[in-house]
């Protein structure tokens, strides 16, 4: 009988038969270990030397990593054993060969796991990942579609900018240039008047021409848009869902975020409500001594880091290099060493820019859009999830809505996940007023032409609406507690990036 991995405690006493590939094994001479992975778990077959097993029993002491395999054996229950149960193996069948898998226990630079992503997602941590991810894609459908909104398939192909055309990829549509979707937003709007509460979810694409650990020139993006809602209403949406994820990844995930070292406290802290500022309030906070504080506090501590991190390597170092030390041992000491060295390294970048980005923010000039570190700041001083709400017209995309009160402003959001992450989501109230988007279309220097059919949704019956974009990627890499985003999507497109 195959059974998967994951349901094995449903079968302990009987035979079972287990599909999957060779994740890792070793031997002591007298018994075989071998590690199964099938996609559903992990699980350790054993195949003790015994005139049972003398068919196969040097078979499986050579088998290659990630020979694809069919055990058949007894399943015991052993709480120490990854997966929580052990296969008594007593049949082994090989279905693929592999050798020199080029992916070992040995340290690889992170370059060379993204060239063989097609590989590098079978590991654990990968496999945790994007496990994380594909719940986070499911709770967005699920929270959608069980609270009233239909989904609005928007085109990939547009004929203009949503977004700024700085970041616009331009196609050859039959010899007439058309641009890659930075977003649905234009299109849900139109949707929003026929449905009343809808979304789209897809990829989006942005000419991002720089490497920084937040941003992909391909990512996936939710986008609700409701007919009659104002800022407010908007805003509490946004919070509602975000709680929404975070409680269905907590419910489903413990194991995978444990493994990723993620300390679900942090997670279970995001409830209801989170940290509202208004733009003003943030840049305030920026210059005021809080904030100084933290930076003082942060570069000490990482200069601290760096230090110990030094005295750990040259400790590992010396015990791989020491006399008797088993091969398996040394392989250890040598990732353990290298995930040192990359820390430091990034610690090194960290500590270089920790001076420009205080002084960034000391002088942070009410006006300018908040940069990434101003972003981390401001997160960093918030235990739960930020709402930054009224940032300066100028600086905002041409749909969002003019503040009454004060003309400089527009009624957006963004919002900021906490520990340093930055911006999940940004959203708005939409103008809805046929006079003032005209008029901003026109100061801008869009081309009309390519917006009249947007113009179209004031000039007949309009209303006042709102929406917000989140992005799958940095969602997941802040739930997960990854530096960068490259590791929360299968295939990662980044500037210099797009193989395999
Ligand atoms: O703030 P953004 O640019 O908003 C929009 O696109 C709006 N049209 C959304 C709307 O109101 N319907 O992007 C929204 C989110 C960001 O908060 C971020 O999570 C993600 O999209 N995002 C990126 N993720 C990865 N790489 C990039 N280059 C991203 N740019 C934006």
Sequence with gaps: MFVAIKDLCEHVGQTVTLRGWLYHRRDSGKIAFLVLRDGTGLCQCVVPKSPQTQGFFEQARRLGQETTLKVTGVVRANEKQIGGHELDVTALEVVGESSDYPITPKPHGIDFL????????RSRRQWSILRVRHSVVDEIRQYYNRNGFTLIDTPIFA???????????????????????????????????????????????????????????????????????????????????????VARVLRDHREDLAFLGRDVADLEAIQKPFHRL???????????????????????????????????????E????????????????????????????????????????????????????????????????????????????????FYMKKNEQDERLVNNFDLLAPQGYGEIIGGSQREDDYDVLSERINALGLDRKDYEWYLDLRRYGSVPHGGFGLGVERTVAWLCGLKHIRETIPFPRMMGRFYP
């Excluded at 900018?161 to 549509?173: H, I, K, M, N, P």
């Design 114 to 121: 993204m060239r063989h992503r097609h590989l590098h997602f």
């Design 159 to 245: 004929p203009a900018a949503g977004e700024g055309a700085q970041t616009l990829f331009q196609v050859d549509y039959f010899g007439e240039p058309v641009y890659l979707a930075q977003t649905g937003q234009l299109y849900v709007e139109t949707a929003c008047m026929a449905f009343g509460k809808v979304y789209c979810f897809g990829p989006t694409f942005r000419a991002e021409k720089s490497k920084t650990r937040r941003h992909l020139t391909e990512f996936w993006m939710v986008e609700p848009e409701v007919a009659f809602a104002d800022l407010d209403e908007v805003v509490d949406l946004a919070e509602d869902f975000v709680c929404a994820i």
């Design 278 to 316: 208004t733009y003003s309030q943030a840049a305030e906070m920026l210059r005021g001594p809080k904030a100084r504080a933290l930076l003082e506090r942060d570069l000490a501590d990482k200069k601290a880091r760096v230090e110990e991190l030094g005295r750990l390597m040259s400790e590992k």
């Design 318 to 397: 010396s015990q791989a290099g020491g006399q008797g030390v088993k091969q398996w041992k040394r392989d250890k000491l040598a990732a353990e060493v290298a995930a040192h060295r990359e820390e430091r390294t990034d610690l090194e970048e960290v500590i270089r820019n920790i001076p420009h980005h205080a002084e960034l923010a000391a002088n942070f000039q009410w006006g300018k859009d908040l940069g990434g570190s101003d972003e981390t700041i401001i997160s960093r001083l918030h235990d739960r999830p930020v709402f930054v709400t009224h940032y300066p017209r100028d600086v905002k995309a």
